[in-house]
């Protein structure tokens, strides 16, 4: 007898629904499974087998065949064990046909019958309610994420025999509170509060924070760059339902992570400088997994000691920065990754940190430090809108800090900032480093002023017009934070000031 059951196999981000076939016919017992199946997939066989045992149903003595439809897409991982137990019963005559009439299935099997979670629920939960499906049912630990999607049925099992129960007698999973949502935000993991001096880059942090612009600090060991750019992520507005959505969407589909469900805060990723590209942004092989860039979707890329990082590294990040997502392109196949992601980057002014520090002396020479930055491309460097220096503190100021202002007062004059900005175009949490040429002329009226010292600095700094176009958005945001609608002349020189390591580090 045959019979069907429904699945998904992911690709990229998304699911791709997989009927699952199964048929027992005369013949030797066999168990075959086609389809393009990969190692883990064919291991199934033995997990199936053991897991049907230990759950006290009696082994199934036939010639087995499992097909994973459509067959040109190959299938990878143990989510499958799942649906392909049952199916199998179905075929067997030990469950009704109409149990699976409906109904997507996935999960890993353990020997003992138990439901292990699976990587990419929340696609597939999306993928079946997009499909009409009339239930889903996924291991107990995968409920939750699954159930965070509106107007599908989720069963969720602990081991095979419940999940058989649960089709005999549907107890649908209830849905994740969603008032608890916005509750589900970290501890401010830095305050600004605690962070000594550096004016000038509490100043550059609040503008990357109202127009969510790309930065890099420089500066000398110990000076406060990696507490300034780990303070970034609290002065960010809260992820939006549809953000949350989409951030979980990513990292489901990267591992499996059951109990990590909604967060309201946006994502902070700081890989260490000995990361391969396709750590950074996203690829591997047989099957292209998302990367560093992809999991800071909608948050903060945090890369530390940049030059470090090293020129084949860097320069894979040029088109992400520009597009928001990345085409990861293999001989047979082709898959985009979402990554709208915030890159802060620190580095030292030289190998040896101390190149224009008044008091240490640089050990390095010019040449050295040339060839240190010349791991950073001139194209990356352009993309970023924010150069900012960052001084080692005086001993006195060391010793007898000043009182500086919380994050929680940062974010209020931010949050007047963002409704200024709302109000111009319309809708919520729009950053001015996404705007584009047309968008940046008619919202970015310049006074006469201002327009002779934009000439004089792209003279000056001989800026490329994609340089030029990042100035005027800076300048945008600045003048954002004063209230203004038009753009002055000294909005645009502090704009101006953050452009400095266009000369000094190339």
Known sequence: MLARCTSAAIVGVEACPVVVEADLGPGLPAFQIVGLPDTAVQESRERIRSALRNSGQRPLVSRLTVNLAPAALRKQGPSFDLPMALALQAAAGRIPLTWLEGLW?????????????????????????????????????????????????????????????????????????????????????????????????????????????????????????????????????????????????????????????????????????????????????????????????????????????GRHCLDHLREPL????????????????????????????????????????????????????????????????LHVPVRRLSPTEVSRPVAAETTVQVQQRLDVSRRNTSQRFGRQLFDNRLLDGRQLRLCSPLTSAARDLLDRLADRLGLSMRSLDRLVRVARTIADLANSERIEAEHLAEAATYRGCDLDVT
């Open 105 to 309: 299935a996935t999960g890993e099997l353990g020997l003992d019958g138990s439901l292990r979670p699976v990587r990419g629920v929340l696609a597939m939960a999306e993928a079946a309610q997009a499909a009409g499906a009339r239930h889903l049912l996924v291991p107990k630990a995968n409920g939750d994420e699954a159930a965070q999607i509106d107007g599908l049925s989720v069963l969720a099992a602990a081991d095979l025999n419940e999940a058989q129960d649960q089709l005999n007698n549907p107890q649908v999973h209830p849905a994740p509170d969603q008032g608890r949502f916005a509750e589900m935000v970290d501890e401010f993991r830095f305050d600004l509060r605690d962070l000594q001096g550096q004016s000038h880059g509490r100043r550059a942090l609040e503008i990357a924070a109202a127009g969510g612009h790309h930065m890099l600090l420089v500066g000398p060991p110990g000076c406060g760059k990696s507490v300034l750019a780990r303070c970034l992520p609290d002065l960010l507005p809260p992820l939006s339902m549809e953000e949350a959505l989409a951030v979980r969407r990513v990292h489901s589909v990267a591992f499996a992570q059951p109990d990590a469900g909604l967060r309201s805060q946006r994502p902070f990723r700081a890989p260490h400088h000995s990361c391969t590209p396709a750590a950074l942004v996203g690829g591997g092989s047989p099957h292209p997994v998302p990367g560093e860039i992809s999991l800071a979707h909608h948050g903060v890329l945090f890369l530390d000691e940049l030059p470090e990082f």
């Open 322 to 385: 520009e597009q928001g997502a990345i085409d990861i392109a293999r001989a047979g196949q082709r898959l985009r990754f979402p990554c709208q992601f915030q890159l802060v980057a620190a580095a030292n002014p030289c190998p040896c940190g101390w190149w224009g520090d008044p008091v240490h002396s640089c050990s390095c020479g010019d040449a050295v430090r040339r060839r240190y930055w010349r791991q950073v491309s001139g194209p990356l460097l352009d993309r970023i809108d």
